[in-house]
């Protein structure tokens, strides 16, 4: 049986694999054949994941990175390329932090810490991946970044975040421009509000009622980051290999009202 999603014979490195959408994400690329470089700041969460990935499928490589030392990241994935012996063929950034805060309350140390691992991570991890220490120009290789509903529309006391997440759709459609000489497809994701940790946090800085709120905003309610991965598996695949400098809204319809 043909299967245009099938992920076999790419290495594929993906940010913030510990846990939330970055944890559901390496488990269906792992499913779908791919060899994998996770990376995250949870050792725990990727020695769990490592266990839990049953070995019969592609080879899984784990490390701990802090992505706010941009500098350690073209080190880590020059040498897992190594250890793998093969270059890789798709890059996914899902980590990232939130920021609830209103301008009032929000230091100039905070907004750069967002936009450090939110974004500029994001632009280091790029630059390695399209160099000749992270993908081989003969295959058509796949960046996917996560963005978020509110790189796409306006929300109070989230402007680190926003303004995080709205850099990430400008830098998506401008890497898709340059890189595609280097046969490297760029897109982006663009979630609503996910079932994950992340948002269990947010959510608890505020009254009973917000889920329900935050449901209501979505006509098809709250995601689940099984919705996110699908999606980003879609982009790492030869299914969308006519496909670059798009943002998806996978929101439940949160952008279309």
Same mark, same amino acid.
């Given at each position: #049986?043909?299967?245009?999603?099938?992920?076999?014979?790419?290495?594929?490195?993906?940010?913030?694999?510990?846990?939330?959408?970055?944890?559901?994400?390496?488990?269906?690329?792992?499913?779908?054949?791919?060899?994998?470089?996770?990376? +995250?700041?949870?050792?725990?969460?990727?020695?769990?994941?490592?266990?839990?990935?049953?070995?019969? $499928?592609?080879?899984?490589?784990?490390?701990?990175?802090?992505?706010? $030392?941009? +500098?350690?990241? /073209?080190?880590?994935? &020059?040498?897992?390329?190594?250890?793998?012996?093969?270059?890789?063929?798709?890059?996914?950034?899902? &980590?990232?932090?939130?920021?609830?805060?209103?301008?009032?309350?929000?230091?100039?140390?905070?907004?750069?810490?967002? #936009?450090?691992?939110?974004?500029?991570? !994001?632009?280091?991890?790029?630059?390695?991946?399209?160099?000749?220490?992270?993908?081989?120009?003969? /295959?058509?290789?796949?960046?996917?970044?996560?963005?978020?509903?509110?790189?796409?529309?306006?929300? &109070?006391?989230?402007?680190?975040?926003?303004?995080?997440?709205? &850099?990430?759709? !400008?830098?998506? /459609?401008?890497?898709?421009?340059?890189?595609?000489? /280097? $046969?490297?497809?760029?897109?982006?994701?663009?979630?609503?509000?996910?079932?994950?940790?992340?948002?269990?946090?947010?959510?608890?800085?505020? +009254?009973? +009622?917000?889920?329900?709120?935050?449901?209501? #905003?979505?006509?098809?309610?709250?995601?689940?980051?099984?919705?996110?991965?699908?999606?980003?598996?879609?982009?790492?695949?030869?299914?969308?290999?006519?496909?670059?400098?798009?943002?998806? $809204?996978?929101? !439940?319809?949160?952008?279309?009202?």
């Amino acid at each position: #049986m043909i299967n245009p999603m099938s992920l076999e014979g790419k290495s594929i490195i993906i940010t913030g694999a510990a846990s939330g959408i970055g944890r559901e994400c390496a488990e269906l690329c792992y499913a779908l054949g791919a060899n994998l470089l996770l990376l +995250d700041l949870n050792k725990d969460g990727l020695l769990t994941l490592k266990d839990s990935l049953d070995g019969s $499928n592609g080879s899984v490589i784990i490390r701990e990175v802090d992505l706010k $030392n941009l +500098d350690s990241i /073209k080190g880590v994935i &020059a040498d897992a390329k190594n250890e793998l012996g093969c270059s890789f063929t798709g890059l996914v950034h899902c &980590a990232g932090i939130p920021s609830v805060l209103p301008l009032r309350a929000l230091s100039i140390e905070q907004f750069e810490r967002v #936009m450090r691992i939110n974004t500029e991570a !994001g632009l280091v991890l790029a630059k390695c991946f399209s160099s000749n220490s992270g993908h081989d120009t003969s /295959k058509q290789g796949s960046i996917v970044f996560i963005s978020s509903v509110y790189g796409v529309v306006g929300s &109070a006391a989230n402007v680190a975040y926003a303004t995080s997440k709205a &850099a990430i759709i !400008g830098m998506t /459609k401008s890497l898709a421009i340059e890189l595609v000489k /280097k $046969n490297i497809r760029v897109n982006c994701v663009a979630p609503g509000f996910i079932k994950t940790k992340m948002a269990n946090g947010i959510s608890s800085m505020f +009254d009973n +009622d917000y889920s329900d709120k935050i449901e209501e #905003m979505h006509p098809l309610g709250w995601g689940e980051a099984i919705d996110i991965a699908n999606v980003i598996a879609f982009l790492l695949s030869e299914a969308s290999k006519w496909t670059t400098g798009a943002v998806f $809204n996978v929101d !439940g319809g949160f952008t279309a009202q």
